[in-house]
């Protein structure tokens, strides 16, 4: 007996593979989620996230910026420029070293709500080294955290660093900030709806060519 399968079929096979690859190769580190609590960041208190690497490259980092709960509060309602994005590798807290910086927020522009910031180019990174980000600016702003008084990230924390030392010192709560590393090999995740929909496409057609060919 001939099994014959239409090649729209086969597209449609091939193209959902993908798709279902993709969404297993993503290895960005996802720990976002819409805050319940803002801290307070910025001007003099430098405080940024520790994370262990899960991808070679990292192109930037998703945060929420501002505090909904407190729009008119000027310190932390939001962002303005000038800002640099900063990674440190953080293997030694006590003797963090830079790796890249570049202006993510240009003079006088504002950034409020869940932010994306990239760097100028991927920067390489080592998997299960550990690493900080900050959001270096003068401006006063909030920026989102998973919980108040508790450890959601299990391999780093919110985190501080000394202008003068450099030293980088963790919350003592180890709570985390609402965060995604992004990077450039991860690919994007399909909605649900799309992976529904070409599910839904593939079946149609796998009945439409069994119709077909039982004909012939």
Not at 74 to 100: C, H, M, Q, R
Not at 137 to 159: H, K, P, R
Not at 208 to 216: D, E, I, L, Q, T
Request: avoid cysteine.
């Amino acid at each position: 007996m001939k099994i014959y399968i239409h090649k729209s079929v086969l597209i449609l096979f091939i193209l959902f593979s993908i798709l279902f690859i993709a969404h297993a190769s993503a290895t960005t580190i996802n720990h976002l989620d819409i805050p319940g609590v803002y801290d307070n960041v910025g001007g003099d208190s430098d405080f940024g996230q520790t994370f262990v690497a899960q991808d070679n490259l990292l192109s930037g980092f998703q945060v929420y910026i501002g505090d909904p709960t407190r729009p008119e509060n000027t310190l932390v309602n939001e962002l303005i420029g000038p800002a640099d994005l900063i990674l440190y590798n953080a293997t030694n807290l006590l003797s963090p070293f830079e790796i890249a910086r570049d202006t993510v927020v240009n003079s006088g522009s504002i950034v409020n709500g869940l932010s994306t910031f990239l760097f100028n180019a991927p920067v390489a990174t080592e998997i299960g080294t550990k690493y900080f980000f900050i959001i270096l600016a003068d401006d006063n702003y909030g920026i989102g955290l998973q919980a108040q008084y508790v450890s959601t990230y299990g391999y780093g924390a919110e985190a501080r660093i000394n202008e003068n030392t450099l030293e980088i010192t963790e919350h003592e709560l180890e709570r985390d900030l609402s965060f995604s590393v992004l990077s450039p090999s991860a690919q994007p995740v399909p909605e649900p709806s799309t992976m529904l929909l070409l599910g839904t496409g593939l079946i149609g057609l796998a009945g439409w060519g069994r119709k077909k060919f039982k004909k012939n």
